[in-house]
């Protein structure tokens, strides 16, 4: 079982930057592939980032455009979302999630795919006002 924390999250004026921390509890975190998610008001939860276990796979959506950089610390159980030049439409609630354990292969719409993540933080609120 993982338990994920979010922390981090804040309001910024737009092009400004935070960073966001996704802590996780037990001893398999590093089995584990990680995800960033956020979700709008009125929206549905999509996906933002993810990382695979040992970070020799990273993909993002495509709205990041260069601007977000997710990268894993195994041996401090944490995930990390990097978000530089933000805009306004990035405020949302994000949420880490864990999935893929023990999974050599998976694609990167499976990554995308918030159905196959099986733990989910409680999320933390970013707010970029213009």
């Not at 584990?32 to 796979?57: C, H, L």
């Not at 050599?104 to 499976?110: C, E, H, L, P, T």
């Amino acid at each position: 079982q993982v338990q994920l924390v979010e922390s981090g999250g804040g309001l910024v004026q737009a092009g400004g930057s935070l960073r966001l921390s996704c802590a996780a509890s037990g001893r398999t975190f590093s089995r584990y592939a990680m995800g960033w998610f956020r979700q709008a008001p009125g929206k549905e939860r999509e996906f933002v980032t993810a990382i695979n276990w040992n970070s020799d796979y990273i993909t993002y959506a495509d709205f990041v455009n260069g601007r977000f950089t997710i990268s894993r610390d195994n041996v401090k159980n944490t995930v990390f979302l990097q978000m530089n030049s933000l805009k306004p439409e990035d405020t949302a609630v994000y949420y880490c999630a864990a999935g893929f354990s023990g999974r050599s292969y998976f694609s990167r719409k499976d990554l995308m795919d918030l159905s196959q993540y099986d733990h989910w933080g409680q999320g933390t609120q970013v707010t970029v006002s213009s």
